[in-house]
């Protein structure tokens, strides 16, 4: 197998410039040499020239001046003929260049495509905090029930408060839900569990308030199916934990956690139509 003598690649012997001095063969672009240009039998490659002993030289007129042969004539200066000599490494750093050059537009694009998606970012958060701040009126609300309920609660630990659900007047006079995210989960359980513990507890102008698990959409319609059940079949306990959706008929009796529908029929049984 033939290898260029300047890249070493592999070279075919159709096309290739072959040195008359010495027995390497070369790609005609590692010369900077057109494709259709033909070689002479007496092309020697660069390294060879670079070795030929050059004979007197001081008749020879300076590079890229040319003297005229009239006298007295002003010399000019005249096209330089093409080097040959390094022209392979002049043919490979361009292609280097050529190939950093790609590089770097490449990173370019990028860096601005990185730099739009946090600008996005940055701009979510900045709503998401406008949110926030507009919400936390209602953490007053919050930390001053949870102190009723003899829970140390401040406003630094309520990450946010709001009301959800349709207005009172879409919703028959009901007041809307306050859905609270505390910064700790041990937070949470505490406050659900005094809030148990004062199953009767009410506030001065809303009535009976009511502290439960926030649930998913899924297991709030499983909650509720298991509530309905269980009051048709009088078993004493519903109940939430964690997520998780918890029966039992009466004091002392299994406990069933209630994953999907078929669980409450299994559990509970059939409804009936």
Known sequence: ?????????FLSSVGAASCALCPLKYHKACLA??????????WACPNCKRNIRRGDNSQT????????PLHGEEPSECPSPKAEDGAC?????N??????????????????????????????IERRLDELEQRQPEAGSVT?????????LEERDVVFAERVGPPPAEAGGRARRVVVRLARRNLRDELIQAARAHRSFTGAAEGRIFINERLTRHNRQLFHLACEE????????????????????AEGSSVYQLRSKSDVERVLGPRQS
């Open 95 to 124: 292609k280097e260049l050529a190939q950093f050059m790609a590089e770097m537009r490449e990173f370019r694009k990028e860096m601005v495509q990185l730099r739009d998606a946090l600008s996005a970012r940055l701009d979510t």
């Open 61 to 68: 007129p300076v590079k890229g001046i040319c003297v005229s």
């Open 230 to 249: 269980c009051r048709r079949l009088q078993w004493k306990y519903t109940w939430t934990r964690r997520g998780r959706i918890l029966v039992r008929k």
């Open 1 to 9: 197998m033939v290898n260029c003598g300047a890249c070493g690649k």
């Open 33 to 42: 040499i057109s494709d259709i240009a033909n070689i002479s039998r007496d």
């Open 89 to 93: 490494e002049e043919a490979l750093h």
């Open 144 to 152: 001053a029930l949870a102190a009723r309920l003899g829970v140390t």
